[in-house]
């Protein structure tokens, strides 16, 4: 059984074309980082090449209003997860008994509901931060709707995801203010790729695009949030530098980049030793959630994602029937989107800056939380 029912695929297109056909709405569409590495096989297109800049085209040809990125949403996820992680790990060292350790990432669904179910007794482990879907969706219905000058229910806000458990996600009833959501629709890489094809565009023959700003914009920490260890990655460059207030020699953390199982490593920030662990699939997350159970290893974070190789290789993107070739391809795709980037830190994002001077203060303040934070349930056991 599927711990996040989302198993069955159910096709949203249609409700995608109501809402761009509605002259009262005004749609922003938010894309995952692991879809831009596959869409294009959806398109017919050989696995391997960088899809960013024609999805950015197809979607604005489509006809959404702001085509933004949930890449901007990743970098602040790890503002927002890595300044919870540094305060929980102070805290630790400090002494205090009410604070728990390891911190575990919170942004991929199926892992969510998989410990609420199967881990009820450790949920003041995880990170208490939104996914990025959810903290696309949450700004994008706050600040921009501010900036825009448009009441929050005027906005629809789709999201392309690489992920079936998604759709369960953006239902879920904490995510919504007064019964209006804050990501209204879900459709998957494969959905897109249908959707291009319906309107008959040529996706091979589309220019190179950017995203529009400020949601639009990312450093090279968000794109690799696609595959596995990739938020670790992601969420180490930032908690080193904010921890030590040194840049960093390297941004590149190899020893946290896998495809498969669970990996872990000791990591030096400052003066402290980090036990990190990633694990990508269910059955390694179950391995290394016990041996934290048992007490085995005393880890400070980790990093789960219940795909095989993480997002890139989730139940939306176009079928590789366990092809190991085509999952490693897109896994280059975003560790070269990352090194093409100016910045390849989240801190570093100038529209994330902006965002925090502008509208939420500083990581973890009062709104932050009340916008960006989350809690978990405990749930019957499947
Ligand atoms: Fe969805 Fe799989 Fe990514 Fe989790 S790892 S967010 S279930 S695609």
Redesign the pocket.
């Known amino acids: 059984v599927c711990p ?1 029912g ?1 198993l069955v695929e159910h096709d949203h297109t249609w409700k995608v074309i109501d809402a761009l056909a509605d002259p009262e709405k005004v749609t922003v569409v938010q894309v ?1 980082p ?1 879809v831009r590495a596959a869409l294009g096989e959806a398109c017919g297109m050989e696995p391997g090449q960088s899809f960013t800049g024609k999805m950015a085209a197809s979607l604005r040809m489509l006809g959404f209003d702001h085509v933004f990125d949930t890449d901007f949403a990743a970098d602040l996820t790890i503002m927002e997860e890595g300044s919870e992680f540094l305060d929980r790990l102070q805290k630790f060292l400090d002494g205090d008994k009410n604070v728990k350790m390891p911190i575990m990432t919170s ?5 969510v509901k998989f410990f609420e179910h199967q881990f009820p007794d450790m949920l003041d482990v995880p990170s208490t931060a939104k ?1 990025p879907q959810q903290m696309f969706g949450a700004i994008a219905k706050s600040y921009y709707a501010e900036v825009l000058g448009i009441p929050r229910e005027k906005m629809v806000v789709v999201s392309v ?6 759709k369960y ?1 953006a239902a879920r009833p904490e995510f919504a203010v007064d019964g209006n959501p804050d990501v209204d629709i879900v459709i998957s890489s494969r959905e897109l790729g249908r959707l291009i094809k319906t309107m008959n565009i040529d996706f091979a023959q589309l220019p190179e695009e950017d995203f529009d700003n400020p949601l639009g914009y990312s450093t090279g920490a968000a794109p690799i949030f ?1 595959n ?1 260890g990739g938020v670790m990655e992601a969420a180490l460059r930032t908690a080193y530098e904010l921890a030590t207030g040194e840049t960093l020699p390297a941004v590149e953390f190899e020893a946290v980049r896998t495809l498969t199982g669970v990996k872990t490593a000791d990591i030096q920030v400052g003066p402290h030793t980090l036990k990190v662990g990633v694990a ?1 699939g269910l059955g390694n997350a179950r391995e290394l959630l016990e041996m934290v159970q048992k007490g085995e290893e005393q880890f400070h974070v980790i990093e789960i ?3 095989p190789g ?2 890139i ?5 176009p079928y590789h029937h366990g092809d190991m070739e085509i999952l490693k391809k897109r896994n280059a795709v975003l560790y070269a989107e990352d090194a093409g980037k100016p910045e390849r830190k989240s801190h570093e994002n100038p529209y994330i800056v902006e965002l925090y001077e502008k509208f939420l203060g500083k990581p973890l303040s009062e709104k932050a939380h009340h916008l960006l934070h989350t809690h978990y349930f405990k749930r019957q056991q499947l």
């Open positions: 996040v989302a995952a692991a942004c991929c669904p199926g892992w996914s995801m690489p992920c079936l458990a998604k996600e696609g596995s990508s994602m219940a795909c993480g997002c290789g989730g139940g939306g993107q």
